[in-house]
């Protein structure tokens, strides 16, 4: 059977509590792991990074990226913003021990970036955080996990100060000029259940430019369940229905698009180091 990697999955968020047995009992199915090979859970803020990592540790198949993302560095949805000094620092002192991230399953950090749609918006704030893990990925040599919602030329321009640094934008939704310009640099680019969405045309187009060996798949799960499940809890055994897609925009079946995306997520993460 045809089985893939999530690149983008957030299995610790409490939506996952509505289903029957909550995440764990999906994860410990025997359809799940059928149909997925490998996830990465990636954290949003230090807490939940934490709880990522907690359940890497307890599935052979799960991998983490511990990060700060753009909303939780503002403190949404409730709650004060955090201190950059003190956050980053403590980000920095658990990535920056190589044992640790050994220990933890940790391939990446993130997800970090910008995200301009929801108010207030703290457009400095966000930057010092992004700025701040983008130098941590430049020094570590570690792949970086961009959040890009509706601040597609601010995240350009700054991913670009940053030359040495390779990752991916998750969920992309910027136009195919920039998707082409980023993979020149070196970055890979994921879709996830948008390109599914019948208004989707310009998150399609992208996914078409993107050459096969710069693409992931993703689900961002709870968030973004593809067609024919809109309006249900999102998860990895729904990646297929992204991969249709992808196969028939680039004119080559399901399988090839399941082994390609897997060895870019390998490549790109250094999966091979946690999953057999």
């Not at 230090?46 to 993302?69: D, N």
């Amino acid at each position: 059977m045809t089985s893939y990697i999530d690149t983008h999955a957030h299995y610790f968020i409490s939506k996952f509590d509505n289903l029957d047995g909550g995440a764990a009992a999906l994860l410990d199915s025997p359809d799940f792991r059928a149909t997925v090979r490998g996830v990465i859970n990636v954290g949003i803020s230090l807490e939940s990074s934490r709880k990522a990592v907690e359940q890497a540790a307890r599935y052979p198949f799960m991998v983490a990226a511990v990060g700060i993302h753009p909303e939780a560095a503002q403190g949404i949805p409730d709650g004060t913003p955090l201190d950059p000094d003190r956050a980053l620092a403590e980000l920095r002192a658990w990535v920056s021990d190589a044992d640790a991230r050994r220990r933890d399953k940790i391939v990446a950090i993130g997800e970090m970036g910008l995200d301009y749609y929801w108010e207030p918006m703290d457009k400095p704030l966000q930057k010092v955080f992004f700025e701040g893990q983008l130098a941590m990925a430049a020094e570590l040599g570690l792949p970086a996990i961009i959040h890009d919602r509706e601040a597609h030329g601010d995240c350009f321009d700054i991913v670009c100060r940053y030359p040495s640094v390779r990752g991916v934008f998750h969920a992309y939704s910027g136009s195919a000029e920039m998707a082409r310009d980023l993979v020149r640099r070196g970055w890979y680019i994921a879709f996830g259940g948008p390109v599914t969405y019948k208004n989707a045309e310009r998150t399609r187009a992208a996914a078409a430019a993107v050459p096969m060996d710069r693409l992931l798949l993703e689900t961002d799960c709870p968030y973004l369940t593809p067609v024919p499940h809109r309006g249900k809890i999102n998860h990895s055994g729904h990646i297929p229905y992204i991969a249709e897609v992808i196969a028939d925009l680039h004119g080559i079946t399901v399988e090839e698009v399941a082994e390609i995306t897997a060895k870019n997520a390998e490549n790109l993460f250094g999966l091979s180091n946690f999953i057999g």
